[in-house]
């Protein structure tokens, strides 16, 4: 009887560790979330320059262009993207413009 009270107990104790951890990983995920709503649906998660994925919570360079946060792997590419943004940008990616209106008549 004492044992299986031991074990019983062993368990619980277990248990408890076990939750406790997913606990502290609950505030990372707060985390992404709020760095997503500040960057915006728009922004890319992968390096504009050399095109690897990036880890926006973690990663400290990023450049706000046109409304849009970049952000970059590196300081050398965040650099480079500084410089030429057009380089990096294709259409498609590009933020939206209004479109261009002509007179009435022509």
Do not use: H, W
Not at 30 to 56: L, N, R, W, Y
Request: hydrophobic residues 40%; contains cysteine.
């Amino acid at each position: 009887m004492r044992t299986i009270i031991i074990l019983c107990l062993a368990l619980v104790i277990a248990l408890s560790f076990g939750c406790s951890k997913k606990k502290e990983e609950a505030p990372k995920t707060e985390a992404v979330q709020e760095e997503v709503s500040k960057a915006g649906a728009t922004s890319p998660t992968f390096d504009m320059v050399s095109k690897e994925e990036v880890d926006i919570t973690t990663s400290p360079y990023s450049y706000e262009y046109n409304g849009v946060i970049y952000y970059f792997a590196t300081a050398e590419n965040m650099e480079a993207f500084k410089a030429d943004p057009a380089k990096y940008i294709t259409p498609a990616e590009a933020p939206a413009e209004a479109p261009a209106t002509t007179p009435q008549g022509q």
